[in-house]
């Protein structure tokens, strides 16, 4: 049956690539990924030897009504990004949103994605919680953190280690320099490492020493 499936993949450790996902990336007839040189990688890793073509946010828009188009004639495609779960702070909205409104069916595989991990090995409660993702680097970034002050569910955030430190800073000065925290770098790589502290604490660890890698910031939530 022809239809879009989103194939989650491993965020660093290939050993996390699922048998399922391998089986559709083999089985369908078109593989849009993010960066197709970085995806072409795990895909020779792999032996999928489907056809593979670019498709990210500086071209999604233009070409969603093509890849519709292929699959209402009979094809089925995938959708990848360079690690993770496409839609998860990736691509992925936007095509999903236009199949679903022309009725072709959508089929999301489970698997790897960075912030479940960094938040359960936080420590903090993560029976409820809110992700946020990236915060604006520049417009609407001090309009965003204003309106995390009173939330009392655990905050998860991604970051690059360049704006890492200014990001624990500027938690701290609308949170509190005390509040819980934790920094997740590298997940499932060799050099995996979870530091855990105060905002203040993790600022100063860091500044210090730089960090290197995908980061993902997990932040206490306000106490009722």
């Not at 990924?33 to 072409?40: K, P, W």
């Not at 790589?189 to 890698?213: A, M, Q, T």
Request: aromatic share 6%.
């Amino acid at each position: 049956m022809s239809k879009l499936f989103l194939v989650p993949t491993p965020i660093g450790n290939l050993g996390d690539m699922t048998f399922r996902a391998v089986e559709v990336l083999k089985n369908v007839d078109l593989i849009l990924a993010e960066d197709t040189r970085q995806s072409g990688k795990l895909l020779s890793h792999f032996n999928i030897k489907s056809h593979i073509q670019s498709h990210h946010m500086y071209n999604e828009h233009k070409s969603v009504e093509a890849v519709c188009e292929r699959i209402i004639a009979g094809e089925k495609v995938a959708l990848i990004t360079d690690a993770g779960t496409p839609g998860i702070s990736d691509p992925g909205f936007l095509i999903v949103r236009t199949c679903l409104q022309k009725g072709i069916p959508v089929e999301t595989l489970p698997g790897p994605t960075a912030l479940i991990p960094a938040l359960v090995n936080s420590g903090l409660p993560c029976e409820r919680f809110c992700f946020e993702g990236f915060l604006p680097p520049k417009k609407g970034r001090n309009k965003r953190l204003s309106a995390l002050d009173e939330e009392t569910r655990t905050m998860v955030f991604y970051e690059s280690p360049f704006r890492l430190v200014k990001t624990l800073d500027e938690l701290a000065r609308h949170l509190g320099p005390e509040r819980e925290a934790s920094v997740s770098r590298e997940l499932s790589k060799v050099f995996e490492e979870n530091i855990r502290g105060s905002l203040s604490y993790l600022s100063d660890r860091y500044r210090s020493k730089p960090p290197k890698g995908e980061i993902v910031i997990v932040v206490a939530g306000k106490k009722d």
